[in-house]
């Protein structure tokens, strides 16, 4: 069974940081392009960030560019989202997710390309 467990949300401070991490288990996920969504109240969940599967390729939303870093590490079967300068927009449950298709080089940023998604953290950014 797959599972993926978010962990590192909060309350910060706007210009403050956090770093949210995932841990995935039931199945390597190495040959996967892993994402990371949020959903603000009263939202549909979109995507922000996501990395092939050798992380070798990564892509972010506009507004969070520069900002946000998603990065993962295959041997620990992680995946991290680095947030800094964190605005009262960002405020949102952060959920990561895994997609569908094995060993895409490109970052899909549909739900409907994700298959596996975790019980989401929240983030909230204060002004």
């Known amino acids: 069974q797959v599972q993926l467990v978010e962990s590192g949300g909060g309350l910060v401070q706007a210009g403050g940081s956090l770093r949210l991490s995932c841990a995935v288990s039931?199945?390597?996920?190495?040959?996967?392009?892993m994402g990371w969504f949020r959903q603000a109240p009263g939202k549909e969940r979109d995507f922000v960030a996501g990395i092939n599967w050798n992380g070798g390729n990564s892509y972010s939303i506009d507004s969070v560019k520069g900002r946000f870093t998603v990065t993962r590490d295959n041997t620990k079967n992680t995946l991290t989202l680095q947030m800094n300068s964190l605005k009262p927009e960002d405020t949102a449950l952060y959920y990561c997710a895994k997609a569908k298709a094995h060993w895409q080089i490109v970052v899909p940023t549909a739900l409907s390309d994700y298959d596996a998604w975790g019980q989401g953290t929240q983030v909230t950014v204060s002004s």
């Open positions: 039931g199945l390597t996920m190495r040959s996967y392009v």
